[in-house]
């Protein structure tokens, strides 16, 4: 089943929630489309990596990665609509441990959340690498 968000200007992520091997699920072969403009462009593949991946700023978020570093949505994503041309797009690398627990708690690790944050522009770029937020 293909998913939908709403970005704002008439643009939409179209993509397909797939397992993720962690116990949830990631959105896959994700495209930004325009129904009105016949637009469509490529956001990651089937498997979640990024297709113009943009690079990424280091810093001591790399510390807390528990798993080697992926070009890669294993998890979710957000955004802020599109304002002045641009979005604000949220990859989520890495959950806080309780994305592992049980409604008990059982299986909680101690992860530190890690959210990478770039800017996309209409034609489904980013414009400049992640960093940590």
């Not at 979710?76 to 708690?105: C, E, H, I």
Request: hydrophobic share 35%; glycine share 10%; net charge negative.
């Amino acid at each position: 089943m293909i998913e939908c968000d709403e970005v704002g200007d008439g643009y939409y992520f179209s993509y397909k929630s797939k397992p993720n091997g962690y116990g949830g699920y990631h959105p896959v072969s994700m495209f930004l489309n325009h129904d009105g403009l016949r637009f469509r462009k490529r956001i990651t593949n089937w498997w979640g990596y990024f297709s113009n991946f943009p690079g990424v700023i280091t810093g001591s978020w790399v510390n807390d990665l528990v798993h080697p570093f992926r070009k890669k949505m294993d998890f979710t994503y957000s955004f802020n609509p599109f304002k002045d041309g641009l979005l604000q797009f949220f990859w989520m690398v890495q959950p806080d441990g309780r994305y592992y627990a049980d409604d008990d708690g059982f299986g909680m690790e101690h992860d530190a959340e890690i959210i990478l944050m770039s800017y996309m522009d209409t034609n489904g770029y980013f414009v400049r690498p992640f960093e940590h937020v």
